[in-house]
């Protein structure tokens, strides 16, 4: 399993950036992709997850971004809308078994399944 995560930039508070996770062929049949993001000096968090049909998000982001995949591209979104300066962080996929919910796939620490690398989101004020 292979990811190539893409999309980050600079952003002015209020405004979107769109997140892409592009995995090897067949990986979104197989398993679950969840969008994670670490901001400096503070511990990853699990920010949004896509199992199947089912999408979970982290309260903070809830209603402000959006998880989203295309099968025929084997690739995952994550549109991020309203961002707001607390929302500067690297950004990772991670590919998991898609045995496991949601609310598991985003507890996954960092030597478990399969990272894309981080993509780099800077929200200004």
């Known amino acids: 399993v292979q990811l190539q995560t893409s999309g980050g930039g600079l952003a002015q508070a209020g405004g979107s950036l769109r997140l892409s996770c592009s995995a090897s062929?067949?990986?979104?049949?197989?398993?679950?992709i969840g969008w994670f993001r670490q901001a400096p000096g503070k511990e990853r968090e699990g920010v949004s997850c896509?199992?199947?049909?089912?999408?979970y998000y982290t309260d903070s982001v809830k209603d402000l971004f959006t998880i989203s995949r295309d099968n025929a591209k084997n690739t995952v979104y994550l549109q991020m809308n309203s961002l707001k300066p607390e929302d500067t962080a690297d950004y990772y996929c991670?590919?998991?078994?898609?045995?496991?919910?949601?609310?598991?796939?985003?507890?996954?620490?960092?030597?478990?399944?399969?990272w894309g690398q981080g993509t780099l989101v800077t929200v200004s004020s």
């Open positions: 991670a590919a998991v078994g898609n045995v496991l919910p949601c609310t598991i796939v985003l507890l996954t620490p960092p030597d478990v399944g399969h």
């Open positions: 062929a067949n990986t979104l049949d197989y398993y679950a």
């Open positions: 896509i199992n199947g049909d089912n999408t």
